[in-house]
Each structure stands twice: as structure tokens, then as C-alpha cells.
């Protein structure tokens, strides 16, 4: 009965969260960051100071004891040594000591600056501590007096610079909790600026497709405005006129083609047996008419190939090739048909006669009426892969647009998150895990 009474009067000590918009977190953050490290850089600062006044006391006594001399009763060898070990100690001293007072830090008001002096003296404290073990035994023999003043402000040295460390060990998790999510809310802005710039990407790209769609609209009425007129239907003609004559001429390669392979055999014997007796020539025009009979004929317009041919029928008529008596008489019989009827130049006119009817055509085919036609084709083609492009540009940017947008909802998750349980602020405008 007394402990359901009491909660009426017990106060609510737990802090509520504060509200607050996702876009005013950095400032918020800000603000309260320097509050909190206000009184962490004051403490740092102090504790600087008094490093920066022991350093000062450090090159004192390293310049008093520079200046001490032994007397004269030391043995020399050994005050060498003594005087050795006496001077690379001062020299360390010093060197620390300006090395120190060069590296100019600034004012502590950062993290990373807090680190940045930790570093900095933490290495001047680790040489003073080397030095001192290396060379402290044998200078204590003579300059004992100077050389414990001067571990005594290395050693206040060390327990100032522990004093330092503390401040960064107390307030490590607070640095890094701020740390952590400036990063995030950094990246965040990254990711929505990304956003920005594919939109206006897009808006860029939809206004080029715009225009590249007037442009093949425009070529497009063009093309078919040619095609209704008389030039088209011309050029038409004198196309498929070029068509036939193609189809002709390959007919009539085919069939000579056929024609004079069953020569074959026989003039590779020939050239094998007499081909040092040709001239080079007449070696090329046979080698020709073996691997396309037509290009051969084509132009040869004195029909130089008869002459070969009665070669070839006299050779094989004599059996001079080594082929059976069947294949000599069909070789040399061939022979006499091409040379007797006029094979050669029947061939010759009907292949030349094609190319004359086609030159009458080519000027109308292959002119400035088929160029303006594949001007405004290919113009077209183009236009077309142009708009293709963009779009597919466009379909790329909207699925990395998508891809970051999901980002965006899972850095303000982790946002909110961290917000929440590191710095009791409640975010608004935010999505939540």
C-alpha cells in the first residue's frame, strides 16, 4: 500500500529526450559540443602550459650543464668519455626541447589536436627517456648534482604529460561519439546532394531527348517527303537495276567459274614444270584465272589465257602431267572448245556488256540522290541511339537514385540511433529503425 502511494509523489529524475529536427542536428550538435569541451580544452590548455614552462626548465638546466668543466684530477681518458657522454645528453636535451617549441600545435580546441600534442610530447618523453638510460650511468659518476635536476624536470615532464593523457582517456568515448556521427551526418549530406545532382542529370537528359525528338520528327518528315518524290522513285529503280546486274554477274562468274576449274589441276602442274620460263606477268594472269577465272578474264583483253590454254591441251596430249588418258583427253578437248568457239571472248562481252549497262545506272545509284537518302537514313539512325542512350542513361541514374535513397533512410536510422541513446536527442523528419 505505501509503495503504490509513494509513486505519486516520486519525481521523474530520468532526462527526457530533446526534440529536434534531422536537418538542425549538426548545428545542435555543434553548439552543444562546445559546451561540453569548453571546460576538457580549458583543462588541456593548462596542462600545456605547464608542459610548455617544464620544457623551458629542461633547456635551462641543459644549458647549465654544458658549461660545467671537470677538474683537473680526472684521469683524461676517462674525462673524455665523461665529457662524450655529458654533451650527447645536453645535445638530446636540446634537441627534444626545440623540437617541441617548432611543432606549433595552436590552440587546443580540437580532438584531433588534443592527439596531435599527446603524440608530440609522448615522443620527447620516450628520447629523454633513452637518452637517459644510455648515457645516465656514466655522466651521474661526475655531474650527478646536474644531471638529477635534470631527470627531476624530465620526471615532472612525464607526470605532466600523464596528466594529459588523462583528460583524452575521460573524455575518449564522449570525442568518439561525436566523431562517429558527424561522420554519419557528413555522409548523409554527401548522399543527398548526390540526389540533387541526379535529378538535375535527369531534368538535363529529358530535355536533350526533347530536342533530339523534334530533330528526328523533322528528318523524319524530310525522309518521307522524299520518298513521294520522283527522284526517290528513280533512285529506286536504278537500285534494284543494281540489284539484277549484281545477281547477273555473280550467275556468270559461277558458271565460268565452274567452267574453267576442271583446268585447275593441270595449269598448277604447268606452272610447277614450266613456270621459270614465264615471265612474271603471265605467271600472276594464270595464278589470277586459278583463283577467280572471271577477275583473270576481266582483264585480259588481248586473251592471253589462249595461249596457255594450247599449251595445256598440247601437254596433255602428250601426257606430260602424269594423268590418266581420260582426264588428257577431257582437259585437251576443253581446250579446243575454249579456243575453237570462242569461249573467252563470249565470256569477256557478256561480263562487259553487264558493266556497261550498269554504268549507265551507277551515276543515279551511287550519286548525290542516294547520298541525300542515306544522309537523312543514317541522320535518322542516329537521332534514334542518340534518344536510346539517354534513356538508358536516364534508367541508370533512377535506380542509383533508388539505391540512394535506401541509403539515405539507413544512415538517418543510425543516425537517430546514436542521437538517441549518446546525446538523448529525439529526432523528427528522420526514418527509424
Known amino acids: 500500500m505505501f509503495d503504490f502511494i509513494k509513486k505519486f509523489f516520486t519525481v521523474d529524475t530520468e532526462k ?21 569541451f569548453s571546460a576538457v580544452f580549458s583543462k588541456a590548455e593548462e596542462a600545456k602550459h605547464r608542459i610548455a614552462q617544464t620544457f623551458e626548465e629542461v633547456k635551462r638546466s641543459a644549458g647549465e650543464m654544458e658549461h660545467i668543466k671537470l677538474n683537473e684530477e680526472v684521469d683524461p681518458r676517462i674525462a673524455v668519455r665523461l665529457e662524450s657522454a655529458k654533451q650527447n645528453v645536453v645535445n638530446q636535451s636540446m634537441f627534444i626541447c626545440d623540437k617541441f617549441s617548432k611543432e606549433n600545435i595552436g590552440k587546443l580546441d580540437s580532438h584531433e589536436k588534443l592527439i596531435s600534442f599527446r ?22 659518476i661526475r655531474y650527478g648534482t646536474q644531471f638529477k635536476n635534470l631527470c627531476d624536470k624530465f620526471k615532472r615532464l612525464g607526470e605532466s604529460f600523464r596528466e594529459f593523457e588523462e583528460i583524452l582517456t575521460e573524455n575518449r568515448e564522449k570525442f568518439e561519439s561525436y566523431e562517429e556521427i558527424s561522420k554519419k551526418i557528413t555522409e548523409l549530406s554527401e548522399k543527398k546532394q548526390q540526389i540533387e545532382k541526379i535529378g538535375e542529370k535527369t531534368k538535363q537528359l529529358d530535355s536533350e531527348i526533347e530536342d ?21 522513285t528513280e533512285l529506286n529503280s536504278a537500285i534494284e537495276a543494281k540489284k539484277g546486274f549484281e545477281e547477273k554477274r ?38 589470277t584465272y586459278l583463283e577467280e577465272p572471271m577477275f583473270g578474264l576481266e582483264n ?32 585437251a578437248d576443253l581446250a579446243t572448245e575454249f579456243i575453237d568457239k570462242r569461249v573467252l571472248e563470249t565470256y569477256f562481252e557478256k561480263y562487259h556488256s553487264l558493266e556497261r549497262l550498269w554504268e549507265a545506272q551507277r551515276q543515279v545509284a551511287e550519286g548525290p540522290i542516294y547520298s541525300k537518302l542515306v544522309k537523312l537514313e543514317e541522320g535518322i539512325k542516329q537521332t534514334e541511339n542518340e534518344i536510346r542512350g539517354k534513356k538508358s542513361e536516364i534508367s541508370r541514374l533512377n535506380e542509383k537514385e533508388e539505391h540512394t535513397k535506401k541509403e539515405i533512410t539507413h544512415l538517418e536510422a543510425k543516425i537517430s540511433k546514436i542521437a538517441l541513446e549518446k546525446f538523448n536527442i529525439s529526432l523528427s523528419n528522420a526514418s527509424q529503425t
Open 16 to 36: 527526457r529526450p530533446i526534440t529536434a529536427d534531422i536537418s538542425k542536428l549538426d548545428e545542435i550538435l555543434s553548439k552543444q559540443k562546445d559546451m561540453e
Open 212 to 232: 533530339s525528338g523534334k530533330w528526328r520528327s523533322d528528318l523524319e518528315k524530310k525522309y518521307n517527303e522524299f520518298k513521294a518524290s520522283k527522284e526517290y
Open 119 to 140: 603524440d608530440l610530447v609522448n615522443d620527447c618523453v620516450i628520447n629523454a627517456n633513452k637518452t637517459g638510460a644510455r648515457y645516465g650511468e656514466i655522466v651521474s
Open 250 to 287: 555473280e550467275t556468270l562468274k559461277v558458271e565460268f567459274r565452274n567452267k574453267f576449274s576442271t583446268f585447275d589441276k593441270a595449269f598448277q602442274k604447268y606452272l610447277h614444270s614450266f613456270g621459270k620460263s614465264l615471265q612474271k606477268e603471265e605467271i600472276n594472269l594464270v595464278k
Open 300 to 331: 585480259d583483253y588481248e586473251f592471253m589465257m589462249k595461249k596457255f590454254l594450247d599449251e595445256l591441251r598440247s601437254h596433255c596430249q602428250k601426257g606430260s602431267f602424269g594423268f590418266e588418258e581420260k582426264m588428257n583427253t577431257k582437259i
